[in-house]
């Protein structure tokens, strides 16, 4: 098992900046990649940036490109999303998502653990 604390959201004016921390204990060495995910209001949860835990190869959502950065330290077993530039469309609870195995790393079914998420929240 892998368990995912969520950190860093909060209320932010447009324009601003978060940076999303995941914290991540239990069987860290089977992660084979990690995710972050984002869900609005009324809507399905969404693929915002992923990256593979011992290779990089960061890939962004086409609505987070050149605004948002994921990164994670080994060391710690943390994952991170700065997010700058925000818009408030970006308004949502975002999830932590870890997988075990290689695959369409946009999908969220094939992430094996889920935080509990945290509010992101931007005002116009």
């Known amino acids: 098992q892998v368990q995912l604390v969520e950190s860093g959201g909060g209320l932010v004016q447009a324009g601003g900046s978060l940076r999303l921390s995941c914290a991540a204990s239990g069987r860290t060495f089977s992660k084979y990649g990690m995710g972050w995910f984002r869900q609005a209001p009324g809507k399905e949860r969404e693929f915002a940036a992923s990256i593979i835990w011992n290779g990089g190869m960061p890939v962004y959502a086409d609505s987070v490109k050149g605004r948002f950065t994921i990164s994670r330290d080994r060391a710690e077993n943390t994952l991170y999303l700065q997010m700058n530039t925000l818009k408030p469309e970006d308004t949502a609870v975002y999830y932590c998502?870890?997988?075990?195995?290689?695959?369409?790393?946009?999908?969220?079914?094939?992430?094996?653990?889920w935080g509990q998420g945290t509010q992101v929240t931007v005002s116009s």
């Open positions: 998502a870890a997988r075990t195995t290689r695959g369409t790393v946009k999908d969220p079914t094939g992430y094996d653990y």
